[in-house]
């Protein structure tokens, strides 16, 4: 099977490909500064690795995240406001389930973990930046987030998941710090 299908049209463009964790993606792009992607994460198994996506952040989009089936574990750097001359970050961990969502502005690093078999939704939206401080890609990587959530085992995101009784509804956990 081909890993990557690009449909353009006026006005925009359609793309499915396989991202290197796995997932599958189709991205409805619009010139207008909109676009909208389903995201289908196949059955994966805790033994053979994390599958979390690159942590990024956008310049000028909202994104919005829905989830469709099946759950997300979102993780994000939170500002530590307890020193506001030298501001630190820590990370938080938010779990979404089915028919839940979450948005970050534009500045918000942030990542995602599907899990086995889930989809969800995800949409993003020009915040009026202006044209000359646009980028066309507009995805910016964040190391330090991904160090923070890579480095978690997968018992210990399984206990945060399923022992502390995080079950329904949107919930937050912070790890520990490195």
């Given at each position: ?14 793309t499915?490909?396989?991202?290197s ?15 909208t ?8 198994n805790?033994e053979?690795?994390?599958p979390?996506?690159n ?25 530590d406001?307890?020193?506001a ?11 979404e389930?089915?028919h839940s969502?979450?948005?970050?502005s ?17 949409t ?7 044209k000359?401080?646009?980028d066309?890609q507009d ?16 018992p ?15 919930s ?7």
């Open positions: 099977m081909n890993d990557r299908i690009d449909l353009n049209f006026v006005g925009g463009s359609v499915r490909k396989n991202m964790n796995g997932e599958w993606r189709t991205r409805m792009r619009l010139e207008r500064g909109i676009d992607t389903i995201t289908e994460m196949p059955v994966w805790w053979d690795g994390i979390w996506q942590a990024h952040t956008h310049k000028s989009h909202r994104e919005t995240y829905f989830v469709i089936s099946g759950w997300m574990i979102m993780g994000k750097l939170h500002p406001s307890r020193d001359s030298a501001p630190r970050y820590h990370g938080v961990i938010m779990t389930y089915t969502s979450m948005s970050f534009p500045g918000e690093a942030h990542t995602v973990l599907l899990g086995p078999g889930a989809i969800i939704q995800t993003r939206v020009d915040c009026h930046v202006e000359s401080d646009r066309s995805w910016y990587p964040c190391e330090q987030l991904d160090c923070w959530v890579k480095r978690w085992s997968a210990e995101i399984k206990r945060g998941l399923f022992d502390e009784g995080i079950r329904t509804g949107e937050t956990w912070s790890l520990p710090r490195s």
